[in-house]
């Protein structure tokens, strides 16, 4: 199993320079360069020489080389090759989202199935009909409407489930308490007809993270102080039928599912790592934002919010409710 990245996505000179792959179980190793001797600064260890610049002039191989490929005596022996998964790569503090779409070419690579979702079918730990969802080295579960917790293990009875309706000048406060976090974590249950509107807005001292709909389409909009980053749904969702999206984010990367589909991730720009807001939550909608960001972003939600969790705190919806035979529009 190999594949090699195409010419013009890898690094030619660097005198500061670090790769690092996670492994299916999460375990970060240092990637060894196949063209010249090389140890990341974090193991500890120096190559010594009088140079201190580190030139690559072949592709970037990932799991094996093809038998074409040259490769240095000073590499020591060819390997069969990886027989396992990869889950991650960070190349120079840049985490590689897709590494099969970003490949030049590939052989004999598929999607895996494995850990951290093992055994019991598309369950995998998950609990009461949950659907377990690789993220990187962990996992999610994505839960019946009845129930929620990280495994699905709690039981909602259905005066706790009732959802809330949102006519477009509604909104939901709430105190957040996770100011500074380096990771947060987003979940909510929601349908509407409407193609744009905001669901979730935190911020505050220039940085934000934010859900809407925007061309019936899922946005999500976030900036921890150097630029702003948009993360976008593949389908349209303004259909009237319950969605569930579920929004990470460590560190500069975030990554988005909806309904339990192929995940979707994208980078914020190289700076800050942490989200600084000023401690409040909105749902759909809030009063005052910033200028300069995407117009349904300034637009109320209208439709219905059946839950919401945020960093594994769910929160407690009140207001007018909607039946599932409510037109919402």
């Known amino acids: 199993m190999h594949t090699y990245i195409p010419k013009q996505l890898r690094p030619q000179r660097t005198c500061n320079g670090e790769v690092t792959l996670e492994g299916f179980e999460g375990e970060t190793q240092p990637l060894r360069a196949l063209a010249a001797s090389f140890v990341t600064r974090r193991s500890g260890l120096i190559v010594q020489g009088p140079l201190s610049e580190l030139n690559l002039e072949q592709p970037l191989f990932l799991g094996g080389l093809p038998p074409e490929a040259v490769m240095s005596a000073d590499a020591g022996p060819r390997s069969p090759g990886l027989d396992g998964a990869l889950q991650r790569l960070v190349l120079n503090g840049d985490a590689w989202a897709d590494l099969v779409a970003r490949a030049l070419a590939s052989e004999r690579v598929s999607e895996h199935r494995g850990p951290p979702c093992m055994g019991g079918g598309p369950a ?94 899922l946005l999500v909009s976030y900036d921890l102080g150097a630029r702003r980053q948009e993360l976008w749904s593949e389908s349209r969702i303004d259909d009237g039928h319950w969605h569930t999206a579920r929004l990470q984010r460590q560190g500069r990367l975030a990554t988005l599912v909806v309904d339990g589909s192929k995940p979707l991730s994208s980078n914020a720009a190289p700076g800050a790592t942490q989200l600084n807001t000023d401690g409040l939550l909105w749902l759909g909608g809030c009063p005052k934002l910033p200028p300069g960001l995407p117009a349904a972003l300034y637009l109320g939600f209208v439709g219905c919010i059946h839950e919401a969790t945020v960093d594994g705190r769910e929160l407690a919806l009140a207001g007018p409710q909607c039946a599932d035979n409510d037109p919402i529009t």
């Open 124 to 217: 995998g730990p998950c609990l009461n009909g949950g659907i377990c969802l690789p993220q990187l080295a962990a996992h999610s579960c994505l839960c019946p409407a009845r129930f929620g917790g990280a495994l699905c293990e709690l039981a909602f009875d259905e005066a706790q489930r009732r959802p809330v309706e949102f006519r477009g000048t509604s909104f939901l406060h709430f105190r957040h308490g996770s100011s500074g976090a380096p990771e947060n974590e987003v979940e909510i249950r929601f349908r509407s007809r409407e193609p744009r509107g905001l669901l979730l807005w935190t911020g505050g001292r220039g940085d934000h993270m934010a859900l809407a709909l925007d061309q019936g389409r």
